[in-house]
C-alpha cells in the first residue's frame, strides 16, 4: 500500500483513528494527484466536488513531501478553520511532528515602533476610541503574538492603523525594534516551518512586495511549492495585488509617520512637519476636487482616462511637487524613519503619476467610491504574464483546487486566465488537469427551481416577481432560506417589498457584520437577504439552509471597468467576448451560488433560479448543464410536495 493509501485508504490510519470516518475514493484519488506533482514538480489544476474532503486530500501529501508547502484560502475564516482543526487532525493521524505556522497580512499586527510613537500622539475621534487604545496598551504588555485577533475592538477602531504597519510602512531590518517585532519572530517561525497557512490576499501583497513595491522584505519565508485552496477567486486577488491604489489615507499616513519621524526637539522636525502638512494640504484639495471632475455622484466606479483626469491636471501637480520636495529633504537624513518617509513619498509620488498618466495600454484605471472614500485604482487587464513571471518562474509545483475550476467539462478558461496556457493554448510548465466528481447524491438531496412566467430582469415588474416568488418559496421551507442577488439595489428592493409580509426574520446584509448575520441565520429560521459576498464562501451545513434563490444570472457588469476593458482587449484580439470571457464567468459564479445549499450528505433543499433567460436564451442550456444534476422543477406545486416528502414526487406536471 503506497503511503497516501496508508492514510486516507480503506483501513488506512486515518479511518482508524476517527471515528465515523468514511473512505472516500476520490479523495485518494485527488490525494495521489498532488504527490505526483509534488513528486514530478508539475502544475495540478483539480477540481473536486463539495464533499470530497480535498483539504485533507492536500495536506496529506503536502506533509508527507518533505518540502516547504505555502498553503493559500480564500478568507481568514477558511486560513483559521484549516490551521485549527484540519491540520491538527492530519499531524496527529500521521503522528509526524510536522511544524506550521499561521500567517496573515502584516496590519494584523501590533507595530512595537509605531506603538511607541502612539503611545503620546495617538489622535483619537472619540471616548469609546480613548478607552479602546487604553485596553490595546494593557494587552500590548502582555501579548506573545501581536494579533489583532487577541482583541475585542470596537467596529471601526481609529487607533489600530496607527499602530500596525504597512509593507510600505515597515522600516524592516533598520527598525530599532527588529528583534522583538512581532513579523520578524512570525517570518523566524515560518522559515522553521513545513507548512506555512494564508490568505490569497497576503499571498499576493506578499508576492509584490518581493518583486516590487515596499522594502522588499516579505513576511513569508522562501518557499518550494504553493497550493491554492477556492483557487477560482484567485484572478481577483492578482488583479488587485499587481495593480495600483492611491487613496486619501495613504496621504494621511505618509503625513502624520513625517511629522512623528523626528523628535519635537529636533531643529529639522519643524521643516519636516511643514512639508508634511503641505503634502496633506494638497492631497485633501485633490480629494476635495476629484469626485466631480472625474463624475463620481454615488458609491460606484468611472473609467479613468488621461481627459478624464485633465480637469485635476493642476491639484495633481501640487501634489507631486509636495511630495517631491518631501522626499527630497528626507533623502538627505540618516534615522531609518526618515528615510523611510523619503522612500515611500518617492513610491506614492510615483504611482499617483502613473494613475494621472493613464496610458499603459495593458492597463485599466477607473476611480471608486466607497464609504466616504475615493480610490484611484489601475489594475493590468490581464494577470496572466505577470502570474508566470512572478510566481511559475520562482517554483516549480503549484496546486489549483476548487469546486468549481472548469466551464462546460474544460478546465481552459481558468488556466488561460491564471496564465497557465500561453497565447496558442499550450501549456508554460508540466500542467496536469483533474475532475473529481462530488460524492453527494444530488438528485435525491436537491431541487432546481426554474419558473417559466417570471418577467426577465430588465422588464418592468421583475423586483415585484422575485418577491412575490420568495414569499411562496420560503412558505415552502418554513424560512431557512438565502435570497442572493447580483446587485444591492435589487437586493434593497426586494427586502423592501418583502418588508412586514414574512413570518420570518428578516436579516439584510450591511445591517450588521457577516459573522453576526450567520449566527443570527443559524440560531433560528430566517431569510438573509445579501449579494456578492455570500455567492461564495459561506458555510451553512444541516437544516438551517434549505432554500438558496438566486435572483439573475451572475454575469459580471459590462460597465464596470475592469470587465469593460477586458471585453474591450479580447475584441482587439478578435476574439468574442461573450463566449469566451462573459458566459465563462458567469457559469463559475452559477456553479458558486449553488454550492451554498448542500455541504453534507444529509443535506436536503432548493435552489430557485428567477432569471427566465436560462430557459429562453441558447446559453441557458450551457449555465444548467455546469450545475449538478439536481432535481428540476418548473411549477411550485410539484417542487413543495417533493420537499415536503422528503424527496418524494408524484408523477405529472412539474418536472423538468
Known sequence: MDEIAAVLGP???????????????????????????????????????????????????????????????????????????????????????VRATLVKGRANYLCLHRLERARTGALLDSREDADAFAMLLRWAERTETGDRAELMLPEGFGGWRQVSTTPEGCLGTRCPQHAACFVTRLRQEAEESELVVVNHALFFADLVVR??????????????????????????????????????????????DA?????????????????????????????????????????????????VLAPLARQVEAVLEGLGALGGF??????????AVARRAAELGAELDFVRRADAEDHVYWAEGRGRGLFLRAAPISV???????????????VFTSATLRTGSSFEYFCRQVGLLDAEGEAVAPLTQLAVP????????????LPTGLPE????????????????????????????????????????????????PMLLQGEAPKPVLLDAFQSTPSVLFASASFWEGVDVPGDALSLVVLDKLPFASPTHPVVAARIEALEKAGREPFSSYQLPEAALALRQGFGRLIRTRTDRGIVALLDVRVGRKAYGRQLLAGLPPARRFREIGPLGEWFRSGGQVSPGSGLG
Open 438 to 449: 462530488s460524492s453527494f447524491d444530488y438528485p435525491n438531496q436537491s431541487a432546481l427551481y
Open 259 to 307: 511629522q512623528a519621524a523626528l523628535p519635537l526637539e529636533d531643529a529639522r522636525a519643524g521643516v519636516l512637519s511643514a512639508l508634511a502638512v503641505k503634502v496633506r494640504a494638497e492631497a485633501e484639495a485633490l480629494w476635495a476636487a476629484a469626485p466631480r471632475a472625474v463624475g463620481m455622484t454615488d458609491e460606484g466606479t468611472v473609467r479613468l482616462t488621461a481627459r
Open 384 to 398: 496572466a504574464e505577470a502570474m508566470r513571471e512572478r510566481l511559475y518562474g520562482a517554483v516549480d509545483t503549484v
Open 211 to 256: 518583486t516590487g513595491r515596499g522594502n522588499g522584505e516579505g513576511v513569508l519565508p522562501r518557499y518550494e511549492a504553493v497550493i491554492f485552496d477556492e483557487a477560482h477567486g484567485l484572478e481577483d486577488a492578482a488583479t488587485e495585488f499587481f495593480g495600483t491604489t492611491v487613496s486619501s489615507h495613504r496621504f494621511e499616513e505618509l503625513a502624520r
Open 457 to 504: 430582469p430588465r422588464e418592468p415588474g421583475f423586483a415585484e416577481a422575485v418577491a412575490e416568488e420568495i414569499a411562496r418559496l420560503v412558505e415552502v421551507t418554513g424560512g431557512r432560506a438565502f435570497a442572493l442577488f447580483t446587485s444591492l439595489r435589487n437586493m434593497e428592493r426586494v427586502h423592501s417589498l418583502l418588508s412586514g409580509r414574512l413570518p420570518y
Open 11 to 97: 483501513g488506512g490510519r486515518l479511518s482508524r483513528s476517527l471515528a465515523g470516518y468514511e473512505h472516500r475514493p476520490e479523495q485518494l484519488t485527488l490525494a495521489r494527484e498532488v504527490a505526483r506533482a509534488f513528486d514530478e514538480r508539475r502544475m495540478l489544476v483539480a477540481e473536486a466536488g463539495t464533499g470530497t474532503g480535498k483539504t485533507l486530500a492536500y495536506l496529506v501529501p503536502a506533509i508527507l513531501s518533505g518540502r516547504r508547502v505555502v498553503v493559500s484560502t480564500a478568507t481568514k475564516n477558511l486560513q483559521d478553520q484549516l490551521f485549527h482543526k484540519d491540520l491538527p487532525l492530519v499531524r496527529d493521524t500521521l503522528g509526524l511532528p
Open 330 to 339: 528626507a533623502s538627505g537624513h540618516e534615522e531609518p524613519d526618515v528615510t
